[in-house]
Nanobody, 128 residues
Framework: EVHLVESGGGLVQAGGSLRLSCAPS????????IGWFRQAPGKEREGVSC????????YYKDAVKGRFTISRDDAKNTVYLQMNSLKPDDTAIYYC?????????????????????WGRGTQVTVSS
């Protein structure tokens, strides 16, 4: 089983930026789609963004469109989430996961079954 490790979180002021990274602890990604998810205190985990294997298919939750950018560097075996213009509502633990499917539906994202188990995530805290 491939375990993914998230990093890059931190504490920033509203309007600031962070870049999150997601990489396998060993081996390489073994699913076509990598997704970023987040879970705020007292809320369910939600999909934020996803990217296909060739990097040419990207999708975003409406609330982050125009502010977040997902990308992948296969040479470094890493998927990134660049987060700009951060808001206090973006405060959450951010996770990445592999899946076979991702698409937009309305204002949200839908995903296929997640491969493997969730990692520890990385905490993002945005102060007002």
């Amino acid at each position: 089983e491939v375990h993914l490790v998230e990093s890059g979180g931190g504490l920033v002021q509203a309007g600031g930026s962070l870049r999150l990274s997601c990489a396998p602890s060993r081996f390489t990604f073994d699913a076509p789609v990598i997704g970023w998810f987040r879970q705020a205190p007292g809320k369910e985990r939600e999909g934020v963004s996803c990217i296909g294997s060739r990097g040419d298919s990207t999708y975003y939750k409406d609330a982050v469109k125009g502010r977040f950018t997902i990308s992948r560097d296969d040479a470094k075996n890493t998927v990134y989430l660049q987060m700009n213009s951060l808001k206090p509502d973006d405060t959450a633990i951010y996770y990445c996961a592999q899946t076979g499917f991702c698409a937009e539906t309305g204002s949200a994202l839908v995903f296929g079954p997640i491969h493997g188990s969730w990692g520890r995530g990385t905490q993002v805290t945005v102060s007002s």
